[in-house]
């Protein structure tokens, strides 16, 4: 077997390079694991509006590049193949990717998630051009104008309070009679008068020319389709952690997601994990990138023998 690496990154999001950055600083010898391009969920985004320093209205695409430039610059190559099964024995981690078997004595989980779609003709089309499935992401957008929210859990209804006080208008399309959200958040989205909720319904087809002007929606009982004019619309169906690799090994909660200590270690001492594979409440861009400094750091003491759990 090779080298054994102190530590191996998988992914190559905003918190997997944030991780690699303070890694490269710390002088660890590491390896970084991205199956496809440098930017996770980045690369599924137009604009952010959100991340403090970069004004209003970033491009998406253009971070992306910069979290890839910043690797370049710092030396740090990462690994184009995809992990597909993780192990330990002897304190040691075997790492199998697609193409080959590494070792190292600490893993980062940088994986991420991936917001569940509706699988809809066009869907991916108008994802970023009227689609959205983060309201906190990309709200701003859609200031006095008209949008939709599918779903109709508390998700669902936490982004269309939030969506209440920046639209003009919302409709909280839900394909069952009732809501399945806590009974507080029902109450305090009843009592808006610029919320509509539509029931037994779902989302047939999105339409409209370079960007999203309408959907298409079919009564679950009687089969009858309307047109709803929007100018958004925000799927709140759930979130799928990509830790397949990783529920054998550590603790997960309910919904498939890292269970961590505030210094990102995991259950087991050789895995830790930061961004949106770790049970966290606020997934965001900036918060991915401070978990991923913190998960190096904590590492970087770990190692060296002087880490004290918290």
């Given at each position: 077997m090779?080298?054994?690496?102190?530590?191996?990154?998988?992914?190559?999001?905003?918190?997997?390079?944030?991780?690699?950055?303070?890694?490269?600083r710390s002088g660890l010898d590491f390896l970084i694991f991205e199956p496809s391009a440098v930017g996770g969920q980045l690369l599924s985004m137009q604009a952010i509006d959100n991340y403090v320093g970069l004004g209003l209205e970033a491009k998406a695409s253009q971070m992306a590049e910069n979290l890839a430039q910043t690797l370049k610059d710092?030396?740090?190559?990462?690994?184009?193949?995809?992990?597909?099964?993780?192990?330990?024995?002897?304190?040691?981690?075997?790492?199998?990717?697609?193409?080959?078997?590494?070792?190292?004595?600490?893993?980062?989980?940088?994986?991420?998630?991936?917001?569940?779609?509706?699988?809809?003709?066009?869907?991916?089309?108008?994802?970023?051009?009227?689609?959205?499935?983060?309201?906190?992401c990309d709200g701003f957008f859609?200031?006095?104008?008209?949008?939709?929210?599918?779903?109709?859990?508390?998700?669902?209804?936490?982004?269309?309070?939030?969506?209440?006080?920046?639209?003009?208008?919302?409709?909280?399309?839900?394909?069952?009679?009732?809501?399945?959200?806590?009974?507080?958040?029902?109450k305090q989205l009843l009592a808006k008068d610029n919320v509509e909720i539509i029931y037994n319904s779902i989302v047939v087809k999105p339409q409209?020319?370079?960007?999203?002007?309408?959907?298409?929606?079919?009564?679950?009982?009687?089969?009858?389709?309307?047109?709803?004019?929007?100018?958004?619309?925000?799927?709140?169906?759930?979130i799928s952690p990509a830790t397949e690799v990783f529920k054998e090994l550590v603790s997960l909660d309910d919904k498939g997601f890292i269970i961590t200590d505030e210094e990102m270690k995991s259950s087991l001492?050789?895995?830790?994990?930061?961004?949106?594979?770790?049970?966290r409440p606020l997934k965001q861009l900036i918060t991915a990138a401070s978990e991923g400094a913190v998960a190096a750091i904590s590492v970087y003491k770990y190692l060296k023998g002087y880490y004290i759990s918290v």
């Open positions: 090779k080298n054994i690496k102190e530590l191996i990154i998988v992914g190559a999001g905003i918190a997997g390079v944030s991780a690699a950055v303070y890694a490269k710092l030396d740090i190559h990462p690994v184009n193949e995809k992990v597909a099964k993780i192990s330990h024995q002897d304190e040691i981690l075997n790492i199998d990717t697609d193409k080959g078997i590494y070792q190292a004595k600490v893993v980062i989980a940088a994986t991420g998630a991936s917001f569940t779609r509706l699988g809809l003709e066009q869907e991916a089309e108008f994802t970023g051009k009227g689609i959205s499935y983060c309201a906190v859609f200031k006095g104008k008209d949008v939709a929210v599918v779903g109709g859990g508390n998700t669902a209804v936490e982004e269309a309070l939030y969506l209440s006080q920046i639209a003009r208008k919302v409709t909280l399309v839900h394909r069952r009679d009732k809501l399945r959200a806590l009974e507080y958040l029902q409209g020319q370079q960007f999203l002007e309408s959907v298409l929606i079919e009564d679950v009982l009687t089969k009858n389709k309307r047109r709803l004019d929007l100018n958004g619309l925000f799927i709140a169906i759930g001492d050789l895995i830790w994990a930061c961004g949106d594979c770790r049970r």
